[in-house]
């Protein structure tokens, strides 16, 4: 009996080397800042844990940190992952992309590795990401990715094509292609985070897929894995490829066109590709959205293909409701100011905005209205009224819109409702409404950084901001204020250097006088200003690049010299 309690004894003290682990109590929490839980919750799984619906984790004070505890061994090694919305126990599309991350596990599927632990233990994360303090980090930019496979070659029965890759855990079936037109050629875009991704275009799930072998143009060989790869450093269009080709079809390239539409209400019967000959009218040639107000189409055309082309909100007979390019430059005004693809030897890939000549797919902010008061300084024309003329404002009609001085100070001022981001050149007149002169402005002197010069013309040049704007006074024939005096090599008495400049603008007074030094921008506006005795210096670093007027003065001199800084 002695001898059966000792070999108990050790026993006992042999398990821990023998692998025996005790169960621990182990509480996952997982905050879910950066996604939108679905409808089916969210839940962890995977590995020890079990299937995809293994342990749903709940949100309780809402604060969008979901938790749930399980029973787990405390040895650790296994793995696991959390699920957005699961529908079933093997609906591993749902998981997590951890693909390329420090906390994921390549040899299992990129899961998360469970930790070892000798106690009752709760682990903290944030969805997706491989922080451990459930605080989770900004959300990297998106890249909307589109993927297009020409299946017209292709001896497969087959009813769905897929995309997958190391973006969506090569889930099978979570990213369907789509091939609305019957052409066979399908299109899938999706909104990426990855730098680079593996993947691969496949049939029914995994019915069938792709097989390249390693060294096939575009493709990255990883162990006995052989993908395509792409690299993305930004919204990417990809190059159409054959199915199961390193290559497109011979002969053909894919003209792909995303159209954003956020400036726009929708019509009814959608977006649409037309004209140019090749593109059919409004109506025939349906684009379909793809997210954030993004609608797209792809067509397989011969090599050399060439044509204009424009959008159309809406499927209308008439053409009115085409997108308008006049005077724009993406718009040819020999053929109704249409768009073209230019002869194309590659594939052609468009991103911009309706009615815009954008081609980065985004849409510049809309105009609002905005009231901006003009002022012009008749004081050395006390007899005369002032008008103002602008191509614009009222087709340069003579003398111009009447202004108004009701103080009397010979400071005219009128104000127009004009919209944000409208570029307009202008001129005041004086004189009466039966006769008046234009003012004469010299592109030569001082007059060049208020104005812009077309051939004989020389106008004054305004591009309206966003907010209601009251134009600093500009004195007659002149860019800023009445001086009495034009610019001028400073003399002896004021020094202002370098000049260009570019950080710092250095001025120095030798009069012995508190002076002050003004600058002026383009359009007469007083943009900095300071009193000094001896020299000071000005922080120009952080101002618009261009021409300035830099005006100093004291009780008994007074300089203006243009500056550039550049």
Same mark, same amino acid.
């Given at each position: 009996?002695?001898?059966?309690?000792?070999?108990?004894?050790?026993?006992?003290?042999?398990?821990?080397?023998?692998?025996?682990?005790?169960?621990?109590? /182990?509480?996952?929490?997982?905050?879910?800042?950066?996604?939108?839980?679905?409808?089916?919750?969210?839940?962890?799984?995977?590995?020890?844990?079990?299937?995809?619906?293994?342990?749903?984790?709940?949100?309780?004070?809402?604060?969008?940190?979901?938790?749930?505890?399980?029973?787990?061994?405390?040895?650790?090694?296994?793995?696991?992952?959390?699920?957005? %919305? !699961?529908?079933?126990?093997?609906? =591993?599309?749902?998981?997590?992309?951890?693909?390329?991350?420090?906390?994921?596990?390549?040899?299992? $599927?990129?899961?998360?590795?469970?930790?070892?632990?000798?106690?009752?233990?709760?682990?903290?994360?944030?969805?997706?990401? @491989?922080?451990?303090?459930?605080?989770?980090?900004?959300?990297? !930019?998106?890249?909307?990715?589109?993927?297009?496979?020409?299946?017209?070659?292709?001896?497969?029965?087959?009813?769905?094509?897929?995309?997958?890759?190391?973006?969506?855990?090569? @889930?099978?079936?979570?990213?369907?292609?789509?091939?609305?037109?019957?052409?066979?050629?399908?299109?899938?875009?999706?909104?990426?985070?990855?730098?680079?991704?593996?993947?691969?275009?496949?049939?029914?799930?995994?019915?069938?897929?792709?097989?390249?072998?390693?060294?096939?143009?575009?493709?990255?060989?990883?162990?006995?894995?052989?993908?395509?790869?792409?690299?993305?450093?930004?919204?990417?269009?990809?190059?159409?490829?054959? $199915?199961?080709?390193?290559?497109?079809?011979?002969?053909?390239?894919?003209?792909?066109?995303?159209?954003?539409?956020?400036?726009?209400?929708?019509?009814?019967?959608?977006?649409?590709?037309?004209?140019?000959?090749?593109?059919?009218? !409004?109506?025939?040639?349906?684009?379909?959205?793809?997210?954030? %107000?993004?609608? %797209?189409?792809?067509?397989?055309?011969?090599?050399? &293909?060439?044509?204009?082309?424009?959008?159309?909100?809406?499927?209308?007979?008439?053409?009115?409701?085409?997108?308008?390019?006049?005077?724009? *430059?993406?718009?040819?005004?020999?053929?109704?100011?249409?768009?073209?693809?230019?002869?194309?030897?590659?594939?052609?890939?468009? #991103?911009?905005?309706?009615?815009?000549?954008? /081609?980065?797919?985004?849409? *510049?902010?809309?105009?609002?209205?905005?009231?901006?008061?003009? +002022?012009?300084?008749?004081?050395?024309?006390?007899?005369?009224?002032?008008?103002? +003329?602008?191509?614009?404002?009222?087709?340069?009609?003579?003398?111009?819109?009447?202004?108004?001085?009701?103080?009397?100070?010979? /400071? =005219?001022?009128?104000?127009?409702? #004009?919209?944000?981001?409208?570029?307009?050149?202008?001129?005041?007149?004086?004189?009466?409404?039966?006769?008046?002169?234009?003012?004469?402005?010299?592109?030569?002197?001082?007059?060049?950084?208020?104005?812009?010069?077309?051939?004989?013309?020389?106008?004054?040049?305004?591009?309206?901001?966003?907010?209601?704007?009251?134009?600093?006074?500009?004195? =007659?024939?002149?860019?800023?204020?009445?001086?009495?005096?034009?610019?001028?090599?400073?003399?002896?008495? &004021?020094?202002?250097?370098?000049?260009?400049?570019?950080?710092?603008?250095?001025?120095?007074?030798?009069?012995?006088?508190?002076?002050?030094?003004?600058? &002026?921008?383009?359009?007469?506006?007083?943009?900095?200003?300071? %009193?000094?005795?001896?020299?000071? +210096?000005?922080?120009?670093?952080?101002?618009?690049?261009?021409?300035?007027?830099?005006? /100093?003065?004291?009780?008994?001199?007074?300089?203006?010299? #243009?500056?550039?800084?550049?």
């Amino acid at each position: 009996m002695l001898n059966m309690k000792k070999i108990y004894a050790l026993l006992m003290l042999c398990m821990p080397m023998l692998g025996y682990s005790q169960n621990y109590n /182990v509480t996952f929490k997982v905050n879910t800042a950066n996604i939108t839980v679905g409808p089916n919750g969210l839940y962890a799984g995977g590995g020890v844990v079990g299937g995809a619906n293994a342990l749903q984790l709940t949100d309780a004070d809402g604060n969008g940190v979901y938790e749930g505890t399980v029973s787990l061994s405390g040895a650790g090694g296994g793995n696991f992952i959390f699920l957005n %919305s !699961p529908a079933n126990a093997n609906d =591993w599309g749902t998981k997590e992309n951890l693909n390329g991350l420090p906390c994921a596990d390549p040899s299992n $599927y990129d899961d998360r590795i469970l930790p070892a632990f000798g106690q009752d233990t709760t682990l903290l994360f944030c969805f997706g990401t @491989c922080v451990n303090d459930t605080v989770c980090p900004a959300p990297p !930019p998106t890249k909307m990715t589109t993927f297009i496979v020409d299946m017209r070659d292709t001896n497969i029965t087959y009813g769905t094509v897929y995309v997958n890759g190391s973006f969506n855990g090569w @889930c099978g079936s979570c990213n369907p292609m789509s091939d609305p037109e019957g052409d066979s050629i399908w299109t899938a875009s999706l909104p990426l985070t990855n730098d680079s991704i593996e993947y691969k275009f496949t049939l029914d799930g995994w019915t069938n897929q792709e097989n390249f072998a390693p060294g096939t143009p575009g493709t990255k060989t990883s162990g006995i894995y052989t993908n395509r790869f792409a690299v993305l450093n930004g919204d990417t269009i990809l190059d159409g490829k054959e $199915y199961n080709s390193a290559y497109a079809v011979p002969g053909q390239v894919y003209v792909t066109m995303q159209v954003n539409m956020s400036n726009q209400t929708v019509d009814t019967s959608g977006v649409f590709l037309a004209g140019g000959g090749n593109f059919g009218n !409004p109506g025939d040639n349906e684009m379909y959205p793809i997210g954030d %107000s993004i609608y %797209s189409i792809t067509r397989a055309k011969d090599t050399g &293909f060439f044509s204009f082309f424009t959008f159309t909100n809406g499927a209308c007979p008439s053409w009115g409701c085409k997108e308008q390019l006049a005077g724009k *430059p993406c718009g040819d005004p020999a053929n109704y100011n249409d768009r073209q693809t230019g002869t194309l030897t590659s594939d052609f890939r468009l #991103r911009t905005c309706f009615g815009e000549c954008t /081609v980065d797919g985004t849409c *510049p902010a809309p105009p609002v209205p905005v009231d901006v008061t003009f +002022r012009v300084d008749l004081s050395g024309h006390p007899n005369d009224s002032a008008f103002l +003329r602008g191509g614009t404002i009222n087709g340069w009609a003579a003398p111009g819109l009447p202004m108004t001085d009701d103080d009397g100070d010979n /400071v =005219w001022e009128l104000t127009l409702s #004009r919209m944000s981001g409208e570029t307009m050149e202008y001129k005041y007149n004086k004189g009466t409404s039966a006769g008046s002169t234009e003012e004469s402005l010299d592109p030569a002197t001082n007059d060049s950084i208020c104005t812009l010069t077309s051939g004989p013309y020389t106008n004054r040049l305004l591009m309206t901001s966003t907010s209601d704007t009251i134009l600093d006074v500009n004195c =007659w024939e002149e860019c800023g204020p009445c001086t009495n005096i034009g610019v001028e090599e400073l003399g002896e008495s &004021f020094s202002i250097k370098p000049n260009p400049a570019s950080d710092i603008l250095i001025v120095e007074n030798t009069t012995g006088l508190r002076s002050v030094v003004t600058m &002026f921008n383009i359009t007469g506006a007083k943009v900095l200003e300071e %009193s000094f005795e001896t020299e000071t +210096r000005l922080d120009v670093a952080s101002m618009p690049r261009g021409m300035y007027i830099v005006r /100093v003065q004291n009780g008994s001199s007074e300089s203006v010299v #243009r500056i550039a800084l550049n």
